[in-house]
Each structure stands twice: as C-alpha cells, then as structure tokens.
DNA sequence: AAAAAAC
C-alpha cells in the first residue's frame, strides 16, 4: 500500500485514499492482443489470486497454487501462459512439426471443455491456437486439429495418452504444464497417468500445480514434480464460502426424493444443482422430477459425452432448471451465480461437501446449501463438521407430507414437531450477505423466491451461516488433531518412489 | 461405500 503511495508524484494535489489503488490488468505488462481481449469481457481488475500468480508464473517460476473453485484462478494461469508463448513465438521449432507449447490437465471433461473456453477467448485476438482433448468424443477431429497446428492443448489425460499412442500429438516441445485440481486427478487415480505425461515432456519446462487444498499427497507430488515452486495460497483451504447459509433438513431415506421435490417448489427454485452419490440415484431423481413437471436433467458418467454436454448447456441457458449431478459437477464448473445447491446424498468426501457448496454463493453473490441427511449419514455427517470445523443442527422439514405409500409410519413425528412451540413465524431467515457486488448479474429465481408468499414455513431451525468464528483459531487446532489422518495411497507412495506401507 | 477417466 505505501509502495503505491510513495509512487505517486509528490506534487499531486488529490487525497490519497485509505485502500491502496486496485492492481489492473494493464499493470502486468501483458501483450495488447490479451488487454483487448480481457477488455472484450469487461474485466478490469484481477483477483487477489491473479493478482499473486500472473507475475510469478509470467517470470517463468513453478507454482504451486491453493485456490478453491470461483477465485479466477483458470485466467490466474492462463493469460500469463499465453503472453509467455506470444512472446516466443516463432523462436522455436519449424512451423512444420507443430508441437504442443501448453498443455493444461484436469480430472474431468466438463472441466477441461470450460478451461478451454477461456483459454480460447483470452487468446482470441492473437494467432496462438487452442484445442481441447477428452475422451467420449470422436477422435478424428480432434486428430485433424493436432495435425494443423495447436500451440496449447487442453486434456483430460486418458485420451491424451490415446493420442499420444497414435502419434497423433507431439509433446516434445511442452514448455509449459498445467495440473489443474491435482488434489482431484489423485483421487480419481491419474498418478500413473501423469508420470507417464510427464515422462514425454521436456526436463526443462515450466510446472503449474493447482490444488484445493495442501494434503500430504499433494505436498508430495509437488516435491516429485515441481521445481523451486512458488507457493501461492489464497483463500483459507477448507473453508466454506462465508455467505453460503447451510442448512441440513432430517429425512428419511427413502423419502428423498420427495423432500427435494418439496423443496424446489416451496421455494420456487428455478436453478437449481442437486448432488447424489450415485449415478442411479442421480438418474432416478431427475426422472422423478420430469414426471412432476420439473424441468430437470442428470449428469453423471454413464450418459454419453453428448447428453452430459447438453445438460449442462441447457441448464446454464436455464432451459433446464434442476441439474442432478454426480460428483462430476462437484469441482470447478462455472456456472454463474447459483442461488441454491442441494445435497441429495451427504458427499463421502467431506472435502467434496465443500466444493459442492461452493457452487453456489461465489464471486460475492449469497447462497443456500441444502443438505438432506438421513439418520445413516450420521458419520459423513461428523466428517463434514470436523472439515468445516461448525456444528450443525439438522432440522425437520416442515410442512414435508411424503407422497406414496410410506407415509404412515412417520406422520407422528412430524405431528409432534409442528406441535412444537415456534411461531417465530417472523424470524429473519439466516442473514446473509446483504448486497451483491456491483455488475453480478442479477438473479431472476431468487427475486421469485423472496415474492413468492411463503406461508412461512421457514426452518426455525435454520443452521447459522458458517462463519470463521475469532476463535477459529485456537478451536482449530484442536479439530484438525481429531480429523483422522487420510490413508495414505499405497499406490502413491510407490509410484514416488516412496517405500509402499504394508 | 462412489465417482471419475481411453478404446
């Protein structure tokens, strides 16, 4: 802040403001083609994690990045990549062999598809050319691209092998490696794959790590991969979203798909991302819905590639108003401005409660988490508490009749609890955060929410908006002590070159 | 436990 102070002429008579000037675009010293095409989509201002890794990535340092999903991270790495590739154009390699410059993986296909698209549009004004490369699609167009020339390759890394193993790609001239959410290709198992990638890629090349959060095994591959890496952490790792209002209805099992039907229309939800476990439970959901009325869809990894893209389009063109998804949408999509996320099932992974949640309530705008539990979630349960280090207090749903035959038994308990004395009927519903940024696009399903008349069946029992408590702290520690430290993957260590347990 | 990812 002083820097910025002291750099300003002596004699100039204006006020200097408490905040330090915001950093811009323009202050990175990237090439015209990239302002234009940043100014293209209005942005002017980067986040404080582009703002922390375009100058390190743009010196040529390997980084090692913690950022959770809606930080900006995507252009975080990309611009300065393409202003890095710009800048040595033509001083490598005969136009005729083609190589690949960049190369950028992630876990899965959704998520290479949208990298690809900001790669693409922030290097539209330049002659750099892009292609994206995942599986369950034809390879021959994607073949017929390489042949012609892409200096930046977007992967998923089963069918960059598959090329790879076709001759149809050349990775003998990568510069530059991009491991987007690393923590999520190790769980899904893509160790091997990357250490084969890697293997056909030059010694000498620049490495970009980006990771949710910093566990042993990322620190690990970090340590195998990554040269001299420059740390650059924004955003508490494991941290919810501050202005995401959680909130956890009790349900039985076998009443979930009427509660999440119940509440879409008691709260008028018009874009809405369901998660379930499975992928039969995902299907089985959205089907229910359809037969309601519900303009719902599932995406999962046993419908085509061309079924899952057309899901999430019509879900983003708002064509589809319920998106019920397996954890394949967990991490990364960017879809603006969800107002509401439902956990049909509690996530295994307590980490990956926190990347659903976070798709909602980003870039500054407020949002609901729902979570449905059942008295068998009970330990999932605990799990995500410990993580997000907040106790919940799960709530009865009320004014919830589940349809068909297996009512009977559970009407007593829902007789006794409306019997409970609440008529906080003018309770405020969980404060959230009272204004969106300036330029956020407005939001046409929660206006419809807030008008709808509600009669006010507003869980009294509403779990506070998570907040890092000031003692957070200290009470931390002591959390993270009890969190079970994970397995560690045999598989892992072997592969680097650690000696496998047992 | 389940999901994801190449054919």
Known sequence: ??????????????????????????????????????????????????????????????????????????????????????????????????????????????????????????????????????????????????????????????????????????????QILVMDEADRMLDMGFLPDLQRIINLLPKQRQNLMFSATFSPEIKKLAATFLKDPVTIEVA??????????????????????????????????????????????????????????????????????????????????????????TDVAARGLDIAELPCVINFDLPY????YVHRIGRTGRAGASGDAISLFSDKDARLLVDIEKMIKHKFVPAELIGFTPSSGRTAERSHDRRAHERSPRKDESAPRPSRAPERSPGAASNGSRSAYAAAPRKEKIDPFFTRPYEPAPSTMVSDNKLADQVPAKPQKHKMAALLGGAPKR
Not at 90 to 95: D, T, V
Not at 269 to 282: C, D, E, H, P, R
Not at 287 to 316: C, N, P, T, Y
């Open 1 to 174: 802040m002083s820097d910025n102070q002291s750099a300003l002429p002596t004699e100039t008579p204006i006020v200097i403001p408490d905040v330090a000037p915001a950093i811009r675009f323009q202050d990175f010293g990237l090439a015209p083609e990239i302002l234009k095409a940043l100014n293209d989509q209005g942005y002017v201002h980067p986040t404080p994690i582009q703002a922390e890794a375009i100058p390190v990535v743009l010196k040529g340092m390997d980084v090692m990045g913690a950022a959770q999903t809606g930080t900006g991270k995507t252009a975080g790495f990309s611009l300065p990549i393409i202003q890095l590739l710009m800048a040595h154009a033509n001083s490598s390699a005969s136009p005729a062999r083609h190589p690949v410059r960049a190369l950028i993986l992630t876990p899965t296909r959704e998520l290479a598809d949208q990298v690809a698209a900001n790669v693409k549009a922030y290097s539209r004004h330049t002659p750099l050319r892009s292609l994206v490369v995942f599986g369950g699609m034809d390879m021959t167009p994607q073949t017929a691209a390489l042949r012609g020339g892409v200096e930046i390759v977007i992967a998923t890394p089963g069918r960059l092998l598959d090329h790879v193993q076709q001759k149809t790609i050349n990775l003998s001239q990568t």
């Open 236 to 325: 508490r790792s494991n941290a919810t979203a501050e202005n995401v209002t959680q909130i956890i209805y009790k349900v039985e099992e076998e009443a979930k798909r009427d509660a999440v039907s119940f509440i879409i229309r008691e709260r008028g939800l018009k874009q809405v991302i369901v998660f379930s476990n499975t992928k039969i439970g995902a299907s089985r959901l959205a089907r229910q819905l359809e037969s309601e009325g519900v303009k719902a869809s599932a995406i999962h990894g046993d419908k085509s590639q061309s079924e899952r893209m057309q899901a999430l389009e019509q879900f983003k063109n708002g064509t589809i108003e319920v998106l019920v998804a």
């Open 349 to 352: 992974n307590a980490e990956d």
